[in-house]
């Protein structure tokens, strides 16, 4: 060894640094080196808003709230102690849990980044580390709301082709001074880089003029369907999508089927086209979280969730841990993120059989070492190199009792879980912190405009269901009644199918789980039997839509479930028989987000109340080839302020400026009874 004492002065400091380079890249190789992107609490709207009670000292006893008063009295006693122990499954609300919500809001993905980067390729296209990291070089430390990355190199991708130097509006949020994305993690794992996706991408933003982070806002623009179709593999996700790659013809990869037999998976790369083109005719700020096979992306909601349940926009989360928070938390980092959860439940669901379900996500694998051999039965190859042997998918999940079955409780049976932790306690802990969330203040309009748009709100039976102090019923609303676009009402409903009665682990058991775990059963007692039925379409085909809060309208444009009520800010002008459509290329989703404008909070609702602009916006939307691929037309929900229902286009004005005032702390009330 060369002692750094006999080396010229100058070349110390060199053979220093080389030795911490190696240092790193050994340590690489026997550890995860992570790059989660939690901004400081100082750099985001928090402290600036009035949050939602945090509920500090009450206790959630699998969806039903002891409060802290309650608690108080109940851990005086024995028995109330037993019906307060993680035993009975409660869990305590505390700072420590809801610090920890935070971080995994943030930087946890479950080991998401496994199948993102292995299977899928989500770095392996034109999107790669190297393309963003220039883009990102290029902001210079500055913030963005929308990082665009050019591409090298003219690609065809879903038929579409994009030429060389284009620049893909990603949608993705770049706080001031990261060096990745809001909500991407990137982890150096054996050598290995890899990127996995966390709550954040979606459910956080960056303010465009102040670079602040809004904790719970949804990503409007964040293009998940262009990100995941320029992957190379994308086809792993086709339950995503429209695609049903049995119907396609056979390809050269053969492999053992459900019944020993030798045969044929469809064409790798049919498959890959028909999903990239039904990803690619996603809007932005969407996600299809249904699995069904059906080509149904619906908006990023907000998470804004206090006292907002049930969870999803279908109703679908509404029983255990935080009224169904803690499902709809799980769901997000199970089926969403790794296709391979689905396996053990794909005939039921999709009509198709393990081997050939695996055999599909496989066969063309980023990685090689993923890639599913020549005449390999999927089922045992997915054993080889499954990250987390035991346990059933790629992501850190655990089974809940009964599975393969699911119920209302965990839809697919798997409860996301990482070893260390007790059964549910990060998804819990993500429960409790998006419960102190609340959208930041705004200001829009006088006291006496506020309180002239609360009469109207009242006057025109808004109230009826954005009722309360949070502005909801908790209800689930049919959706023949709601009058939306017909294919999304339905989506949940094969997951009847495979449900069972709902149960749990205590929330002191410890993941790995160990030989047989004590069970608990899921009360279903906290919404009424006809909105869990609505949630899933049971005993009505057409499903049903839950009543959505309110608060934050000001930064949650577009509108509705598929997003399809928008308009720019110079879309509409002021007449004398009120607003009419100056610009009908700026109208809907179509003029919007599908353009790279922004939508304007004001007019998109004016839009939402008018009958005759929702008419300019529903055929601008369905003249857009690709937002008819993807079901979105922004039909539905006519419950008009116009004139035709005996409104002026002043009191049409105040009730926006109302809606638009709904923050942290809604200056104004409805004039009504409101609910605790």
């Not at 851990?75 to 009975?88: A, V, Y």
């Not at 209302?408 to 007790?422: K, N, Q, T, Y």
């Amino acid at each position: 060894m060369v002692s750094t004492k006999v080396l010229p002065k100058v070349l110390r400091p060199l053979l220093i640094l080389s030795l911490v380079i190696l240092f790193i890249g050994f340590l690489a190789f026997q550890i995860e080196i992570a790059f989660p992107a939690t901004p400081s609490v100082y750099n985001t709207y928090t402290p600036l808003t009035k949050p939602a009670p945090s509920g500090i000292g009450s206790y959630d006893v699998l969806g039903k709230v002891v409060d802290k008063e309650e608690a108080a009295n109940l851990l005086q006693t024995e028995e109330g102690r037993k019906q307060l122990s993680p035993e009975s499954g409660a869990v305590a609300v505390t700072e420590e849990l809801i610090n920890l919500g935070r971080k995994s809001f943030y930087s946890e993905t479950f080991k998401d980044q496994v199948f993102q980067t292995e299977v899928v390729g989500a770095l392996n296209g034109p999107i790669n580390l190297v393309t963003m990291t220039k883009a990102i070089a290029r902001l210079g430390g500055k913030h963005t709301t929308n990082l665009q990355i050019p591409i090298d190199k003219d690609v065809t991708i879903g038929g579409k082709t994009f030429t060389a130097g284009t620049l893909l509006n990603t949608g993705m949020d770049v706080p001031s001074g990261s060096i990745i994305p809001l909500g991407m993690r990137t982890s150096i794992e054996k050598g290995k880089v890899r990127v996995g996706i966390t709550c954040a991408l979606c459910h956080a933003t960056v303010d465009n003029n102040t670079g602040r982070v809004i904790e719970g806002a949804p990503n409007i623009d964040v293009d998940t369907g262009l990100l995941l179709a320029f992957a190379t593999n994308s086809a792993a996700l086709f339950r995503q999508t429209g695609v049903n790659p049995t119907t396609l013809p056979p390809g050269d990869r053969s492999y053992i089927n459900a019944n020993g037999e030798t045969a044929h998976l469809p064409n790798a790369k049919t498959v890959e086209d028909a999903v990239d083109a039904d990803l690619l005719s996603w809007p932005p700020g969407s996600f299809d979280s249904t699995g069904n096979m059906v080509n149904n992306p619906s908006q990023n909601p907000p998470s804004y969730t206090h006292e907002t349940w049930p969870y999803g926009w279908s109703g679908n989360a509404a029983i255990g841990w935080f009224h169904g928070l803690t499902t709809l938390n799980s769901n997000v980092h199970g089926t969403n993120s790794d296709a391979t959860t689905g396996a053990d439940s794909s005939e039921p669901l999709l009509g198709i059989d393990k081997e050939t379900y695996l055999g599909v996500i496989l066969q063309n694998s980023a990685n090689k070492s993923f890639r599913l051999p020549q005449g390999a039965r999927p089922s045992k190859f997915f054993d080889k190199i499954d990250p987390t042997p035991g346990y059933p998918g790629m992501n850190e999940v655990i089974p809940m009792p009964g599975f393969p079955k699911g119920s209302p409780f965990i839809l697919d049976g798997l409860m996301a879980s990482s070893p260390g932790f007790d059964v549910g306690e990060q998804l819990n802990g993500m429960s409790a912190w998006q419960n102190t969330l609340a959208p930041p203040p705004v200001q829009t309009a006088s006291s006496e405009t506020l309180k002239r748009g609360a009469a109207i709100f009242t006057r025109a039976s808004c109230v009826e269901c954005h009722s309360g102090r949070y502005f909801t019923n908790h209800e689930v609303i049919p959706a023949n009644k709601i009058g939306t676009q017909r294919s999304r009402g339905p989506a949940q409903s094969p997951f009847p199918r495979i449900f069972t009665s709902p149960e749990t682990y205590p929330s002191n058991v410890a993941v790995p789980l160990p030989p047989n775990p004590p069970t608990l059963p899921v009360p279903t007692d906290l919404v009424p039997q006809q909105s869990l039925e609505l949630a899933f379409a049971i005993n009505n085909p057409a499903g049903g839509y839950k009543v959505p809060t309110l608060l934050g309208l000001a930064v949650t444009a577009p509108y509705l479930h598929d997003g399809g009520v928008a308009a720019s800010a110079s879309a509409l002008k002021p007449g004398k028989k009120g607003f009419f459509v100056g610009d009908r290329t700026q109208m809907g989703m179509a003029g919007t987000l599908m353009k790279n404008i922004q939508p304007d909070p004001s007019a998109s609702l004016r839009v939402l109340l008018d009958r005759n602009l929702r008419k300019a916006a529903i055929a601008a939307n369905r003249a857009n080839p690709d937002l008819q691929q993807s079901n979105v037309d922004g039909s539905g929900h006519n419950y008009w302020v116009d004139k035709k229902a005996g409104f002026t286009t002043q009191e049409q004005t105040d009730l926006i400026q109302y809606l638009l005032s709904l923050d942290d702390d809604p200056e104004v009330l409805p004039n009504v009874a409101l609910k605790d």
